[in-house]
């Protein structure tokens, strides 16, 4: 599909690598809906870049299919899900004071995995009504791993797990939307200037970019955007996970 015909709700879209995406989309005139669980934010953001934001927690099965129900009535039309919205859930299995809490590990794979299984799922459904385009394509998903998926380090048990199942989920709904011309594809984005980085030591912060190969520094949202981009306009791109990373691979430690 081309750019200025997307119609798209984007999770975590009030901040990092989602705001980024909504602000490439509405650029080349395509129509956004923000979902975040961070209402001061979302509200901020939309009424910023004059767009509407849904207050939606991706945990919540039914919250996610009524705002993205909201959003394809409030737009005329849904055929672009982005899913953004994720946590770090940063923590060693047998930590220094005890193991892991298993709800820390629950929480950490209900939002970014069983999260983006729900927008995925509410989007196809909506998308499968869609009237057929080229190729008699109907929709795009587009979710959000990570290198981690592929390298987790210490501490990112529940993290890499969580993205490794984004990964692992991407090639069968494919599969199984063919049908209906909805395609899947996933970004795992490695080491990213996101403002889960902004507050880190400038030590910490340079030692991190002179782990990329090359360019040596941080990736930048808008290079997320970008690919987001690449990704609706080429329709033959299906199925698979795009790593965006430098060349990195993660150390254990």
Known sequence: MQLNEVKAVITGGASGLGLAAAERLLAAGASVTLLDVNQAAGDEQAARLGVSYVHADVTNED?????????????????LAINCAGVLGAGRVLGRD???????????????????????????????????GLDNERGLIVNTASIAAYEGQIGQAAYAASKGGVVGMTL???????????????????????????????????????????????????????????????????????????AIRLQPK
Do not use: W
């Open 63 to 79: 919250a996610i299919a009524a705002a993205l129900l909201h959003a394809q009535t409030n737009m005329g039309g849904l055929n």
């Open 98 to 132: 005890a193991p892991m809490p298993l709800k820390n590990f629950a929480q950490t794979v209900m939002i970014n995995l069983i999260g983006s299984f729900n927008v995925g799922k509410a989007a196809a459904n909506l998308m499968a009504g869609n009237a057929p």
């Open 172 to 246: 069968p709904m494919a599969r199984e939307f063919a049908r209906i011309g909805v395609r899947v594809m996933t970004i795992a984005p490695g080491v990213f200037h996101t403002p889960m980085v902004d507050g880190m030591p400038p030590a910490v912060y340079d030692s991190l970019c002179a782990q990329v190969p090359f360019p040596s520094r941080l990736g930048s949202a808008a290079e997320f955007a970008d690919a987001v981009c690449f990704i609706v306009t080429n329709r033959y791109m299906n199925g698979g996970t795009i790593r965006i990373d430098g």
